[in-house]
């Protein structure tokens, strides 16, 4: 069973009485670049936040990257090379998702 | 001007507060969902405070050990968990984040503790300090696992 199926199987509740599981179209979205999730370096995962939102973090380069949609649509990215942290916080795109998962660049 | 009355003066003295853990050795236990450990990588998802708890990171005291730890949150509450991680009161201080014995408030279990994690000014920096601690539970591996191969 993939991790994308078992985040599916999620109900409210999860994580806590108040833990929200994420949704089917935030689940999608990331199910639509699957492909180029399983090329990513092994050391990834894919995992839910607590507040409805899906958290995807790899290092590539000695550099960790997190590209994570939150619950209300926002799409927050970061490269951290371990003395410093860029991030952003756009609304989703899923252009600018594939892009970042497959170079490590938001920058068109 | 009214007259301060006692109905009008806040019961602060009634009021409990947790105290800051000193001992910044001791090694906080955190259950860890099976979903946050994808293929043996550990999410810093597991080290987010969850919705319930005000942005407080829900861990057991080291005092009643890891294999305890783990049966109380799986059989006592009935949570999932693939086992106990760990980060020291002086890792999550490190990262001006105080850890909290706040068994002592209502409705809190015995031997509970918190990472406050209210102490954040934005989003960002509880999602970067979570993979700080996230960082120094994986440099610490995993501290029991139900299968019995943890350190």
Redesign the interface.
């Known amino acids: 069973m993939s991790?994308i199926h078992?985040?599916r199987a999620?109900a409210d509740g999860?994580?806590?009485?108040?833990?929200?599981a994420p949704s089917k179209d935030a689940i999608d979205k990331f199910s639509a670049i699957h492909r180029e999730i399983d090329l990513l370096p092994?050391?990834?995962?894919?995992?839910?936040?607590?507040?409805g939102g899906l958290?995807l973090?790899w290092v590539d380069a000695e550099k960790?990257f997190?590209a994570?949609l939150e619950p209300h649509g926002v799409l927050?990215m970061?490269i951290?090379d371990g003395d410093d942290?860029d991030?952003i916080a756009l609304p989703f795109d899923a252009d600018t998702l594939k892009r970042f998962v497959v170079s490590g660049r938001w920058d068109a | 001007m009214p007259e301060l009355t006692d109905d009008l003066v806040p019961e602060v003295a009634d009021e409990i507060v947790p105290e800051v853990i000193m001992d910044l050795t001791e090694v906080l236990l955190r259950q860890v969902?099976?979903?946050?450990?994808?293929?043996g990588?550990?999410?810093?998802?597991?080290f987010?405070p969850?919705?319930?708890?005000n942005l407080m990171l829900s861990t057991h005291r080291n005092r009643i050990g890891a294999a305890e730890s783990y049966r109380r949150w799986t059989e006592e509450l009935g949570?999932e968990s693939v086992g106990t991680w760990g980060v020291t009161v002086g890792e999550a201080d490190e990262l001006d984040l105080p850890a909290l014995a706040d068994e002592v408030l209502p409705e809190v279990p015995d031997d509970h503790a918190s990472v406050n994690f209210a102490v954040c000014e934005t989003d960002?920096q509880v999602?970067?300090k979570a993979?700080e601690l996230r960082k120094h539970a994986v440099n610490r591996t995993q501290i029991y696992s139900p299968g019995g191969d943890a350190a």
């Open positions: 991790q078992r985040i999620l999860w994580l806590g009485p108040r833990s929200i092994n050391a990834k995962s894919l995992a839910p936040t607590g507040v958290l973090e960790e997190t994570e927050f970061s951290d942290s991030e | 969902h099976p979903i946050h450990y994808p293929n990588v550990l999410s810093s998802g597991a987010r969850g919705p319930e708890h949570y960002s999602k970067r993979k």
